[in-house]
């Protein structure tokens, strides 16, 4: 059957048609479309800092709570310390995220391959390595100890290939069931900046801190092996520049910025103290050149001649070739001094030491 359309029907909707069209009432819903949208802003990705060791380290290791803050405090704020473990035993508030293992040896983490799970649970960027005191303490071979950072270090890099260390000459220990282990431990720290040396790479940094020098267990431990509040804030001190010299620099230290050591006035003067067949120990003097005006920082680039390379130093923190102050000398009052030492080796034959010092502050 034909359908019959009123005519009077047909005009009102034909009207109505009209309206719509002109009025907008037929196009698409009224919501944004996916365009219109302004994406969410990227959140900064923090760098992942995983400190390593045993009970120095973790039990509970507040060194990291000190640090921690001295980076919040300068402006690194976009940070994260990771690790399997979560002490909370110190009374700073800070990230306690650690991987420090109470009675482990680093020959045994080694061994038994237990890195690698730590790495792919937490993923860091930068791994901070206090370990080897409980295989000092057990009489292990330096070169066992040093075959099992290698082993680490090939672990951590397996997983991250521009990862990024700190390794530590260890601090002093004179437990009174150990005699030895003083002495045993100056023998395995003279060892580290050697090795440190042979595995660095440009894209994998190997670096030594030294947590040794001006570190003294009657005064900074509670036990002759675990350190005490002075013990904790002098390890943060000397983590300190090693770590914030790897971190982004955003902004503290970007050139121009009024952190940067650069904007300050400070000269560095070196000496000889003792010379040997293929090395020397140098001085360093900082010296504070304005008369008017503290300086809160220091930093000192040193050109060695052809061949010889610095193997260690102390009262001061190295990157390359620039010595940066540590946390309790980069305050120079106005026309004073202080002071670093280093250790350099030379080719056979050298003539007398010499080095050339140049110094910024701010």
Same mark, same amino acid.
């Given at each position: ?11 009102l909707l034909?009207?109505l048609l009209?309206?719509a069209?002109g009025?907008?009432?037929a196009?698409?819903p009224s ?6 949208v302004?994406?969410p802003?990227a959140a900064?990705?923090p760098?992942?800092?995983m400190?390593l060791?045993?009970?120095i ?5 507040c ?14 704020t976009?940070i ?5 473990l979560?002490a909370?035993?110190?009374a700073?508030?800070h990230?306690?995220?650690n991987?420090?293992?109470g009675?482990?040896?680093?020959t045994a ?7 690698p799970?730590?790495l792919a649970?937490?993923?860091p960027?930068?791994?901070v390595?206090?370990?080897g005191t409980?295989d000092?303490w057990s ?6 100890i ?6 680490l ?9 521009a ?8 601090i002093?220990?004179n437990p009174?069931?150990?005699a ?6 100056v023998?395995?720290n003279q060892?580290i900046p050697?090795?440190?040396q042979g595995?660095? =790479? ?8 030294d947590?040794?020098t /001006?570190?003294d267990t +009657? !005064?900074? $431990?509670n036990?002759?092996?675990?350190p005490?509040?002075s ?14 010299a790897l971190l982004t620099?955003g ?10 050591p ?5 000269s560095?003067?070196f000496?000889a103290?003792?010379?040997w067949?293929?090395g020397?120990?140098?001085e360093?003097?900082?010296t504070n ?7 809160s920082?220091?930093a000192v ?5 052809t061949?010889s390379?610095?193997?260690q130093v102390w009262?001061?923190?190295l990157?390359g070739?620039t010595?940066?102050n ?9 026309g004073?001094? =202080?002071?670093?030492?280093f250790?350099?080796s030379?080719?056979t034959?050298a /003539?007398?030491?010499? +080095? !050339?010092? $140049?110094c910024?502050?701010s």
């Amino acid at each position: 059957m034909r359908s019959r359309h009123h005519p009077l029907l047909a005009t009102l909707l034909a009207a109505l048609l009209v309206f719509a069209a002109g009025s907008g009432l037929a196009a698409t819903p009224s919501v944004a479309t996916p365009s219109a949208v302004a994406p969410p802003a990227a959140a900064a990705t923090p760098v992942r800092i995983m400190p390593l060791g045993d009970s120095i380290t973790g039990s509970p290791g507040c060194w990291r709570s000190l640090l921690w803050n001295q980076l919040e405090n300068a402006g690194y704020t976009d940070i994260d310390f990771v690790g399997t473990l979560n002490a909370q035993a110190c009374a700073l508030t800070h990230d306690a995220d650690n991987e420090g293992h109470g009675g482990f040896q680093a020959t045994a983490t080694a061994d038994q391959n237990l890195l690698p799970g730590w790495l792919a649970a937490t993923l860091p960027d930068i791994v901070v390595m206090h370990f080897g005191t409980n295989d000092v303490w057990s009489s292990i071979a330096p070169d066992t100890i040093l075959a099992a950072y290698t082993k680490l270090v090939g672990q951590m890099r397996a997983g991250n290939p521009a990862m990024k260390v700190l390794v530590a000459q260890l601090i002093p220990i004179n437990p009174s069931s150990c005699a030895e282990c003083a002495a045993r431990t100056v023998a395995f720290n003279q060892r580290i900046p050697a090795w440190a040396q042979g595995i660095t =790479t440009a894209q994998s940094p190997v670096t030594v801190v030294d947590q040794w020098t /001006g570190f003294d267990t +009657a !005064t900074d $431990t509670n036990d002759g092996v675990h350190p005490n509040a002075s013990g904790d804030a002098k390890m943060a001190a000397r983590w300190y520049p090693a770590l914030s010299a790897l971190l982004t620099p955003g902004d503290p230290g970007d050139p121009g910025d009024p952190g940067d050591p650069g904007n300050g006035g400070c000269s560095a003067a070196f000496r000889a103290v003792s010379v040997w067949q293929g090395g020397y120990q140098g001085e360093v003097t900082v010296t504070n050149t304005s008369s008017t005006a503290p300086i809160s920082s220091w930093a000192v680039t040193l050109a060695l001649p052809t061949g010889s390379q610095l193997t260690q130093v102390w009262n001061g923190a190295l990157t390359g070739t620039t010595v940066r102050n540590a946390g309790w000398n980069g305050t120079v009052t106005a026309g004073a001094s =202080t002071t670093f030492g280093f250790i350099a080796s030379t080719p056979t034959g050298a /003539g007398t030491p010499s +080095a !050339t010092a $140049t110094c910024s502050a701010s």
